[in-house]
């Protein structure tokens, strides 16, 4: 059989030699009992007793037998050399090497695989079905990390990785990456993940897939930022149990940067969080009595100015855009727009709930003469006592009440002036993701003038009673809050009032690391941004 032939056939006979029969070539070339001398690649040959074409076919049917990492390359190689030169001491020469190199080849490769045998922890890509799964019943699973984020990354023209870690064949951690184009290439963002165990043993193998799913997709860096808790606080920010920080010292040790530890809002993922904690609440009375008095107050005051809450399909958007984008304008931030919010809808399916709170004018004004005519009659059998039995505190009774019938008349006024504009009047309007771990109210909207209509907290009354308790959800996540508690002058002071009235805690989560995938790029890119992230 020619010996061109011999490197690309595929015969048995081909798979019939082994590695020994190399190893035996070479010990039967032993050099040390004759000259002492380092024998030359052409003796070598010679004193083993075969032909140049036999040691060929020995080297490439033990390239494709043990099939090493080396093996196409050497392929070509001796591909080349058989078709290039008619004297054959070049191949002697080209033989003694490459058979030297496979069998210290082999040795590396054969304790490779046994410990990859031995070693039960591995991270590879999963389907987005087995990742939904796992990201449905891990403890810290979350929305961000969840098929319906996924599909939102794609709508919006991002790329997305989900990987997995698997310790003994089970699936203990995993994490999606969603990639997006910068102005230096691609960057990978891990919003809330990842989820599942995060102990350094499985942190290390998930780490390395990262790195190696970034670089598959051209990126230089990846954020992440984890939804492990550093501090718990109460509702006034007072630390309750121990700090941890061992995640810090987790990711920071496998060469992931971290970011400052600071106060305000995230610009990407909020790092402190405001929480509310179900358990053992099963119906709305429950429910409000768990709220602070105020919030309670506010609430009543909701209901009997006529407002009521309803959830909107994908036809009345317009509506919930329009109260987002008035917010914005007064409050000085950035809003999505309404195509955003269509895409949430279609990514999320029924887990995204848009609700938005009106004004029944009709009941306002209802609601508004019965005020007045309970306080005419209050007022009236007062004057009747005041003019039998006078004393100052009938006296002051009546002051009151007919302070009470001017503000109610006032308000009388306004259902009837609000009455004759529309029937029902869009005041408010919120954004509610499903999780099975958790309810988020994640975008809110109010329109100013109707400030003193208390909107936005009845539809937290809503949300709670109908996403949590009657579905047996026990977390609701009001999601961000600045981490200032002590300053009144805060920009989140009014934000951090009001969900205090719900009466819940406070999560102060890990913050945000980058793992830097292309060293020369993401170290422009700091110089760039202005702030070094911090090596650990």
């Known amino acids: 059989m020619p010996v061109q032939n011999l490197l690309t056939s595929s015969t048995p006979a081909r798979l019939a030699f082994n590695l020994e029969m190399c190893r035996s070539t070479a010990s039967a070339s032993n050099p040390s009992s004759e000259s002492g001398g380092k024998p030359s690649p052409g003796m070598l040959m010679r004193r083993s007793g075969k032909p140049i074409s036999s040691c060929l076919f020995e080297m490439v049917s033990a390239i494709a037998l043990h099939s090493l990492p080396a093996s196409e390359p050497l392929r070509k190689t001796l591909r080349a050399e058989v078709t290039r030169h008619a004297n054959p001491r070049p191949i002697e020469v080209l033989m003694f090497h490459i058979r030297n190199r496979l069998i210290s080849s082999t040795h590396v490769f054969r304790s490779r695989k046994r410990a990859t045998m031995t ?7 999963i389907d987005a079905e087995e990742f939904e799964r796992f990201a449905e019943h891990a403890r810290n699973g979350n929305f961000q990390q969840s098929e319906g984020m996924r599909r939102l990354s794609n709508l919006r023209g991002r790329k997305t990785d989900q990987l997995g870690v698997y310790e003994d064949g089970i699936l203990v951690s995993a994490v999606q990456i969603a990639y997006s184009h910068s102005r230096l290439g691609w960057t990978g963002s891990i919003w809330l993940g990842p989820i599942g165990s995060l102990e350094p043993r499985i942190l290390k193998p998930l780490t390395d897939g990262i790195r190696r799913a970034a670089r598959r997709r051209g990126a230089y860096m990846v954020e992440a930022w984890p939804p492990e808790v550093l501090q718990r606080h109460d509702s006034n920010g007072k630390p309750v149990g121990e700090r941890n920080t061992s995640l810090i010292d987790g990711f920071t040790a496998l060469g992931w940067r971290h970011g400052q530890l600071g106060t305000g809002y995230g610009e990407v993922v909020n790092r ?11 119906d709305r009375d429950g429910l409000m009595r768990s709220f602070e008095p105020r919030m ?3 609430i009543r005051k909701a209901g009997s100015m006529g407002v009521k809450v309803r959830e909107i399909g994908v036809d009345e958007l317009s509506v919930f855009a329009d109260i987002e984008r008035e917010t914005a304008d007064r409050r000085g931030f950035r809003v999505q727009g309404e195509r955003y919010f269509r895409q949430f ?14 004004i029944d004018t009709d009941a306002f004004v209802s609601s508004a003469e019965t005020a007045v005519e309970s306080l005419e009659e209050r007022i009236g059998k007062l004057e009747r006592k005041a003019e039998s039995h006078p004393s100052s505190k009938v006296a002051r009774q009546l002051r009151e009440l007919g302070s009470n019938r001017q503000a109610a008349l006032r308000r009388l006024e306004q259902a009837r002036s609000l009455a004759g504009a529309a029937p029902l009047i869009p005041v408010a309007s919120s954004l509610f993701v499903e999780h099975p771990n958790e309810v988020v109210y994640l975008f809110s909207g109010s329109r100013g003038e109707y400030k003193s209509f208390y909107a936005p907290a009845l539809i937290q009354l809503e949300a709670m009673d109908r996403f949590c308790l009657r579905t047996g959800v026990n977390r609701y996540n009001f999601y961000g809050i600045t981490g200032v508690f002590d300053d009144s002058g805060d920009e989140g002071r009014g934000v951090l009032e009001f969900k205090q009235g719900f009466n819940g805690f406070v999560e102060e989560l890990s913050g945000g690391f980058v793992l830097p995938v292309r060293p020369f790029r993401f170290l422009i890119h700091s110089v760039w941004a202005g702030s070094l992230w911090r090596r650990g």
Do not use: P, Q, S
């Open 119 to 125: 070693n039960t922890i591995i991270c590879r890509k």
């Open 296 to 298: 309670r107050t506010c």
């Open 345 to 358: 809808r279609k990514a999320f399916g029924d887990r995204a709930h848009f609700m938005l709170a009106e």
């Open 272 to 282: 402190w969080d405001y929480v509310k904690d179900l358990t053992g609440i099963h």
